[in-house]
């Protein structure tokens, strides 16, 4: 009796072939943590280049405006008709002189001036008023809520524009009552945003504690729920900033803006828009300026709201992987 020879067991598929069990036992690379890691890091990045870029063309403008008092430069209302309409790095003149022989950079930054003053004040008047209400509204509810929702709705409704000028019709373009005007045109973007920020805060269990605790309504509202929203309002009031600087600068395009002899921005742009064509200095770099400052704020505000969210973001993972 013969007995067959003893065969090679037949090789199995290498280690590296895609039916290996060793390579789908291999853990991936890369992991769930990993990509949140990077999309965080990749966020904050991004923020911080917004906050940089927007603080960088902001400086550019509200700096020079700040000190427009203290560098040497001509009066902002000082006319020499020999000198008139001078192009931009002519000499004494940087940007150059409107149709008046007026030197165009003193205008501008004189002028910012004015602009700044009615859109910083505007927007904390605006911030107060629309804190104040949207807080209100969201914590106590019932008729407050009924009354502050109504009028937001009403005001909301109107052309917002129109209702300016007609405001500046009835009171006169003085520098108090485009400041009035524009902030109440402004406050209900902060009361919406505010009222609903609140509304997540007072269901939260610190609201409950503090109300056991014997604290009133309007205590816990001031010293506990609007603390804890104050930074995402603030954002807000910081973007209507530069809404508040164009609305001015439309104002007085329009000629209902602050009179003479204020000049702002959109007045410098109003009086030479008839020089376009030829002189198009006069109109383009005020309007660079208002731009660069637009720009700016905004970017400010959306880096610093984006950055808010990546710090929220690691928080409630790690909350909600302890529970």
């Known amino acids: 009796m ?7 067991a037949s090789p199995g598929p290498p280690p590296g072939a895609p039916g290996s069990g060793r390579e789908r036992a291999r853990p991936s690379a890369v992991t769930a943590r990993a990509l949140a890691r990077a999309t965080a890091t990749r966020r904050r990045r991004d923020a911080r280049i917004k906050v940089w870029a927007g603080a960088v063309c902001t ?3 509200v700096l020079p405006v700040a000190l427009a008092r203290v560098l040497p430069l001509p009066g902002a209302d000082a006319q020499d008709l020999s000198r008139r309409r001078l192009p931009p790095l002519s000499e004494g ?6 149709q008046l022989g007026r030197d165009l950079l ?20 605006s911030g107060v008023i629309g804190v104040a209400a949207g807080s209100a509204a969201g914590f106590f509810g019932g008729w ?26 009835l009171f006169g373009p003085s520098v108090p009552v485009i400041t009035a005007v524009i902030a109440v045109a402004q406050w209900p973007e902060v009361a919406r945003l505010t009222r609903s920020l609140v509304l997540v805060e007072r269901e939260k269990p610190y609201v409950a504690a503090a109300r056991v605790l014997g604290l009133r309504g309007w205590s816990v509202l001031g010293r ?11 954002l807000v009031v910081l973007l209507l900033l530069a809404q508040a600087v164009l609305l001015e600068s439309a104002l007085s395009f329009l000629g209902a803006g602050p009179q003479r ?6 007045r410098i742009i109003s009086d030479g828009q008839d020089y376009l064509t030829t002189s198009w200095w006069l109109v383009t770099l005020p309007g660079l300026t208002i731009v660069l400052l637009v720009v700016g704020v905004n970017l400010i505000g959306d880096g ?12 409630a993972a790690r909350a909600g992987k302890g529970a």
């Open 93 to 98: 003149h940087l940007l150059g002189t409107d």
């Open 106 to 125: 003193s205008r501008i930054l004189h002028g910012g001036q004015v602009s700044l003053t009615v859109g910083i004040l505007a927007v904390l008047v």
């Open 261 to 266: 002899p204020f000049a702002t921005w959109g």
């Open 224 to 234: 506990h729920v609007i603390p804890n929203i104050i930074r995402p309002a603030g």
């Open 144 to 169: 407050v809520d009924t009354v502050v929702s109504r009028l937001l709705e009403a005001q909301l409704a109107l052309p917002l524009l129109m209702m300016l000028l007609l405001v500046v019709a």
């Open 2 to 8: 013969t007995t067959a020879p003893p065969t090679a």
């Open 304 to 315: 610093l709201r984006e950055r808010t969210r990546t710090v929220r973001a690691p928080r």
């Open 59 to 61: 400086a550019l403008v």
